[in-house]
């Protein structure tokens, strides 16, 4: 079956396309924290922090960004 779509989701005009998109995603995230405990919503939320440093300290290492660490 060929794509319906005669331009990429990024064109310009795709607008309500995006709406639909984020409003589902937007749903899905409030469904999910609203089943997490507070136990588990510090869990995730650490867990969130714990891969931004590491995406962090990887562009450090490959010399992007500033050398110093912000938790310090």
């Known amino acids: 079956m060929a794509d319906e779509r005669a331009k990429p989701l990024f064109a310009s005009g ?13 749903q899905q ?8 405990s507070i136990g588990e919503r510090l869990e ?14 990887a562009f450090r ?5 500033t050398l110093r660490d912000p938790r310090a």
């Not at 290492?61 to 960004?65: K, T, Y």
């Open 44 to 57: 995730l939320g650490q867990r969130l922090s714990d891969q931004a440093f590491e995406l962090m300290n």
């Open 61 to 65: 290492s490959r010399g992007h960004g």
């Open 14 to 26: 795709n607008e309500a396309e995006w709406a639909r998109i984020n409003e589902e995603e937007a």
């Open 29 to 36: 995230d409030v469904e999910l924290v609203t089943r997490l």
